[in-house]
């Protein structure tokens, strides 16, 4: 996934993931479209340009990981149980309007040639933060053809903030899957909204894309947060039946290409 991509898709509904995840920073979405571009006018926007080296860097500082586990052969069966409800679950919306019909709403419909779109239902979402059912996803995922139809590829899993990794390897075990969040982010001061689109060099000061440390966050007066929204967890439904192809996730390739093989944080 392109890195501008995931800071639009953390940003374009901030009511939907804040019932995702039930994060308390309910201002770390308020500067959605700044953050990401500047403006929160995105009407007509275009995702189809190539994202750069440096965003793929800075993001790499705001991604953290489960701790990989040995792989087992329980493991490697339950997640390929797991992958098998789902598909027997969400096959019926190769059909998008099948999934409109049923509640999943198009994150940032605005926003054309995305590479991947996110349907989310926020009642899904509500109740993967207490439980995991894996017939229900948080999201699905969505590829639009040369013709602009849309295919179904996968789905997303999400979690609340305070799952233990020992909850997460329950769900689906993490020495095949690697649950992912979003951390070590700088933002505004209370009251100072209109610093979301400070720049520095030429770059973000603020959000996904901005500075990660504490004391990078304390030199701009900003408040410092270790950990927005929660656990994430794409599935490529349909990628075959190889579990590493099925369970991988994008944000890691920019991540190993980047700053080597991502780590969480202490």
């Known amino acids: 996934m392109r890195p501008g991509l995931v800071v639009l898709l953390i940003f374009a509904a901030p009511g939907t993931l804040y019932a995702q995840q039930s994060h308390s920073h309910s201002d770390t979405t308020a500067g959605a479209a700044h953050a990401a571009h500047g403006s929160t006018d995105m009407e007509g926007m275009d995702m189809s340009g190539p994202g750069d080296d440096w965003k793929m860097a800075m993001m790499s500082r705001h991604m953290a990981y489960s701790s990989p586990r040995p792989m087992t052969a329980a493991d490697s069966a339950k997640a390929a149980g797991v992958i098998n409800e789902l598909r027997q679950a969400i096959a019926k919306y190769q059909d998008v309007s099948v999934a409109e019909a049923d509640g999943y709403k198009m994150f940032a419909p605005q926003i054309r040639n995305q590479p991947q779109y996110h349907f989310t239902k926020k009642w899904n979402a509500v109740r993967n933060q207490f439980g995991f059912d894996p017939a229900r996803p948080t999201s699905l995922l969505y590829r639009k053809d040369a013709q602009g139809q849309f295919n179904l590829i996968g789905a997303m899993y999400t979690a609340s903030k305070g799952t233990s990794e020992e909850e997460l390897n329950a769900r689906v075990p993490l020495s095949v899957a690697r649950w992912h969040r979003h951390v070590n982010w700088c933002i505004p001061a209370r009251r ?62 920019h991540d190993h290409a980047m700053m080597g093989d991502p780590k969480s944080p202490d």
């Not at 979301?196 to 030429?202: D, I, L, R, V, Y």
């Open 192 to 253: 100072a909204k209109e610093r979301w689109t400070e720049t520095k060099n030429g770059r973000p000061v603020f959000g996904p894309l901005g500075v990660a440390t504490r004391e990078e966050c304390d030199a701009v007066e900003g408040r410092f947060i270790p950990q927005a929204f929660g656990w994430m967890l794409h599935a490529n439904t349909f990628a075959g039946n190889d579990l590493k192809s099925i369970w991988h996730d994008d944000h890691m390739d």
